[in-house]
Nanobody
Framework: EVQLVESGGGLVQPGGSLRLSCAAS????????MSWVRQAPGKGLEWVSF????????SYADSVKGRFTISRDNAKNTLYLQMTSLKAEDTAVYYC???????????????????WGPGTQVTVSS
């Protein structure tokens, strides 16, 4: 079965850093684009970052650009999100998700992801 399991969340002070991981199994991970998506309390899903199957192309939401870095290790079937300079508004449940399309024109649309992890909580607070 397809499985995505996020880890690495926790409580961090503003300005701090965290690295999230997503362990993937049950599908051809190295052939799939992947994204990180988050949901803040009382808010809808917000696309955060995308990485293509080969790991040589990435994109970011304006809200995190310059602070977050997405990466992957296809040999380990693992997706990462390195978060730095964290802000209170980064507080959210963070999900990894599998992109279904063969192009990257619509990575911000939640309808284009067919599998999601259960999420990991990131809380940025002093």
């Amino acid at each position: 079965e397809v499985q995505l399991v996020e880890s690495g969340g926790g409580l961090v002070q503003p300005g701090g850093s965290l690295r999230l991981s997503c362990a993937a199994s049950g599908f051809f991970f190295s052939g799939s684009g992947m994204s990180w998506v988050r949901q803040a309390p009382g808010k809808g899903l917000e696309w955060v970052s995308f990485i293509n199957s080969g790991g040589d192309s990435t994109s970011y939401a304006d809200s995190v650009k310059g602070r977050f870095t997405i990466s992957r290790d296809n040999a380990k079937n693992t997706l990462y999100l390195q978060m730095t300079s964290l802000k209170a508004e980064d507080t959210a449940v963070y999900y990894c998700a599998k992109y279904t399309l063969g192009d990257t024109l619509a990575v911000e649309s939640m309808t284009n992801y067919d599998y999601w992890g259960p999420g990991t909580q990131v809380t940025v607070s002093s």
